[in-house]
């Protein structure tokens, strides 16, 4: 399998200056819902928004459009619902749409039922959990080891499952 580099930005002179350097994937991260609560401090947080989906989506010739939505969750006064969220995501230009921060085979069946092959769906392998279930419903797998956002049991559990 090919490492395939990203970039995360919402700004299209950026966007250019990284596909024109080999970057594989433009990032738009929309996932804010949660966030500082599970990576409080000095952590990227980016707050891009459904329009920064399009702006890059006009920019990028040859890299894939990949969009991280918040975690599956209901819609509210301040928020789309997840089903709106990754129809938003698709009918603004997304190649692939990542669900970040899932513990449930349902929440992860939910975002690929959801996402219908309309694109390629990602999971963002956070939690212990997520790694126990991994197998039985992603395209492809992410492993995010960044620093403070991953529960202190993922790297064992990764060790455990991938040498087994």
């Given at each position: 399998?090919?490492?395939?580099?990203m970039?995360i930005?919402?700004?299209?002179?950026?966007?250019?200056?990284?596909?024109?350097?080999?970057?594989d994937?433009i990032?738009?991260?929309m996932?804010?819902?949660?966030?500082?609560e599970?990576?409080?401090g000095?952590?990227?947080?980016s707050y891009?928004?459904f329009?920064?989906?399009?702006?890059?989506?006009?920019t990028?010739?040859?890299?894939?459009?990949?969009?991280?939505?918040?975690?599956?969750?209901?819609?509210?006064?301040?928020?789309?619902?997840?089903?709106?969220?990754?129809?938003?995501?698709?009918?603004?230009?997304?190649?692939?749409?990542?669900?970040?921060?899932?513990?449930?085979?349902?929440?992860?069946?939910?975002?690929?039922?959801c996402?219908?092959r309309?694109?390629?769906?990602?999971?963002?392998?956070?939690?212990?959990?997520?790694?126990?279930?991994?197998?039985?419903?992603?395209?492809?797998?992410?492993i995010?080891?960044?620093?403070?956002?991953?529960?202190k049991?993922?790297?064992?559990?990764?060790?455990?499952?991938?040498?087994?």
């Amino acid at each position: 399998m090919a490492i395939k580099l990203m970039y995360i930005t919402n700004r299209p002179e950026i966007a250019e200056i990284a596909e024109s350097v080999g970057v594989d994937r433009i990032f738009v991260d929309m996932e804010y819902i949660g966030k500082e609560e599970r990576q409080p401090g000095d952590t990227v947080k980016s707050y891009h928004t459904f329009e920064d989906i399009s702006t890059i989506r006009r920019t990028i010739k040859k890299a894939e459009l990949l969009v991280r939505i918040n975690p599956v969750h209901e819609a509210s006064a301040e928020y789309y619902g997840t089903k709106r969220e990754i129809d938003e995501a698709v009918t603004r230009g997304a190649d692939i749409i990542m669900l970040p921060y899932f513990k449930t085979v349902e929440e992860a069946r939910f975002f690929v039922s959801c996402v219908n092959r309309r694109v390629k769906t990602m999971l963002l392998v956070e939690t212990p959990e997520a790694v126990e279930i991994i197998e039985t419903v992603s395209d492809e797998v992410t492993i995010s080891l960044f620093k403070g956002n991953v529960d202190k049991n993922v790297c064992s559990c990764l060790k455990y499952a991938f040498l087994h």
